[in-house]
DNA sequence: AATGAATGAGCATTCATTCAT
DNA sequence: TATGAATGAATGCTCATTCAT
């Protein structure tokens, strides 16, 4: 159910000014097999949803799927490319900027939260179906993922070589341990709930930077 | 669909007065059959994991199977429920012991991180499978993993109303975000890798304490 | 539709004195199974003959064929196995036998004849359905027909030696040319036809003998 | 549905007055689509090969293919009218011939199984695939054959009356032997083997010739 | 002449579960 | 206790064909 989530929130924004287009003709069949897929993936987990499920959701038949994905797997595929793009695109983003060590972490950890947040289905779906795709799949996968924590990572022991972090914890478990607690997001926040993806990332955020003190 | 099924066979008692004794060996099929589901949902899913290849690993039939568990559903429910077991039991003895809030909140924190690492099968499983539950035993799950949350928030509430944490982060949230880092061991942790249980659950109860100093 | 043919008439022979048993429930499924599979190959090609026409026609579910046989190829593999097996068996018969060797090899071919004729289906699917067998197993199939063109052409090449056979033509050639007639008898021959299955072999036979006249 | 399409665009002359002139290179896409299908239905069956792999192999698109062609089935009888054209147009030649009958048949022997050898896909598709055909078309092709095959005959029932081959057996029943020694190349000959087409040929004319005697 | 998105019916196969024994 | 034959519904996927452009 709950048609939910705020989808491509901050990057791609307004798709044409002045809203949906007519007919749902502009709206690709590509883009809502997607859309769908990772609604229900999130929802019922992807062995547990049937490609029959997706195409019904979508409004196509399943010849029209396989069209334009090669299998269920390469469904899950995408979702994950999508994913991974965008998260180690933002943290760059965070992580190339000016000012301080301390600063950048923060600000890169808050946007994280916020961004996991508002992309909740992704989220869960992440942790929860990485073993389903096929082992090459999931090789790449796990490759971009590391890249996306060794990217963090150093921002870690830049601050640890500065002197504004702690050097008694390998900064490799630092990002273990804050990324844990990110991906867990998805297991328990809920959109409707008291605390915003803001607030939850600041507070995050700061238990973080806290905890890195030297 | 037979709802029912007998259990818990050894623990609950001799089914029928003069039968098979229930000391022997606690039923070793039944104890076999759930060791092989833990490692096969942690391998490959529940839903990935047929009851073929369960009996096959367990050495007994299907029949044999379906005579101690009513449904593969219930060889999962059996393992939430062993997990759920072990952590509330270990997590009470170590909240309601003597000594200073901080010593116990990470006594307790290192006991769950080595804990986990020691069961890394069913932590792989917990997240992972949860939504595979029927939505009955689905909600005692959560209702039973929420009692352990409140049990830890607690700890956390005692330290903050007497001083010795900080308070402007709620204590849920605290909860959280360290329980995130335990659940996300079951991702990254490697048996074989350069930190033991005891170091990791050492480091990280490290960083809960930093990030909870006033 | 056709239900046809005498399925396996000079090997077996009766079952039970007494003729059919009662209840189809002492005629396994499996032989069932492998009947229809069989007819219904030569009829309309394996390809073209669902897996849900064979359990249809031999009164079962999908399920119970499945228990049977690992796949659809599986019926396939073991109608070569029984047709390789009934062949290579009776060659050996009429081969081994003591006489003159022309003899024999009149008998020989008379037989191969009667019996292709007696199992017209297996030959009509011997040699269209070979390409839809396994690598592995269409290998096995090769290296079986192998041994038995061997075995006929060992014969030949006695008789080319003790002078009873020209020896102009190679004898590989003569066992080619002689089993083509004999393969190709699945696309014309007709039970209904003018000349029995014997009237057809002793004509064969003596074309072949003839055409081996020194 | 659609049992129409533009079949042989090239030979029926032009479509549309004033189109493309129908002179150019007699089609080359027909002539490369139906080449690739010979080639992959030989290899694979009929069944086995999809429309996709055969507009592949021809660098072309579906849309090009049913333009061409009504159907898959279509592409099927090209094939087989192709065949029975050269082959009869062939046999035609050689029967008419003057000289001696036993000439005649041996020559035209000879070419036959030149001629098979040389298009050897043509030979395996042949009787591999004639069920594959709707009942239509393959009643057009075993009437077609027949004729072929009556005029072998003719020629050997001429043979008989003049008492230069044996009568003792029926004419028809010699060339249903020694065609099925033809059509079974298919399954055994090899081009890079020992024996080349024409060595073969004349060996198998020679068996026949030998086998005729009165 | 040719494209390629889309259809819809059909396919082989899997699987949790039942039940007579 | 335990077996294993059998079920029946569902699953992912293929494919010849159509059709607007």
Redesign the pocket.
């Known amino acids: 159910m709950a048609r939910s989530g705020v989808r491509e929130p901050a990057t791609t924004g307004e798709e044409r000014p002045g809203g949906r287009p007519p007919m749902g003709k502009d709206e690709p ?1 590509r883009r809502r097999l997607l859309a769908e897929a990772t609604r229900l993936f999130a929802e019922k987990g992807f062995e547990s ?5 997706i195409v019904a959701a979508a409004g ?5 799927m ?3 994905f ?4 390469d469904l899950l595929r995408e979702i994950y490319a999508r994913v991974l793009r965008m998260q180690i695109e933002r943290l760059v983003r965070f992580a190339d900027a000016p000012g301080p060590i301390p600063d950048r972490v923060h600000a890169a950890a808050v946007d994280v939260i916020v961004t996991t947040v508002d992309n909740l289905d992704d989220s869960k779906i992440f942790f929860r179906s990485m073993h389903q795709l096929a082992p090459e799949n999931q090789k790449a996968v796990r490759a971009e993922r590391r890249r996306y924590h060794e990217r963090f990572r150093d921002l870690l022991v830049e601050g640890q070589r500065a002197g504004v972090f702690r050097d008694d914890v390998p900064a490799d478990l630092v990002v273990d341990f804050f990324f844990g607690s990110v991906h867990h997001l998805g297991t328990w926040y809920h959109t409707d709930g008291r605390l915003s993806g803001t607030e939850v990332g600041r507070h995050f955020a700061d238990l973080l930077l806290a905890s890195l003190r030297p």
């Open positions: 069949v949803t049937s490609v029959q499920e196509v038949t399943k010849g029209a396989y069209h334009y090669g299998s269920k797997d």
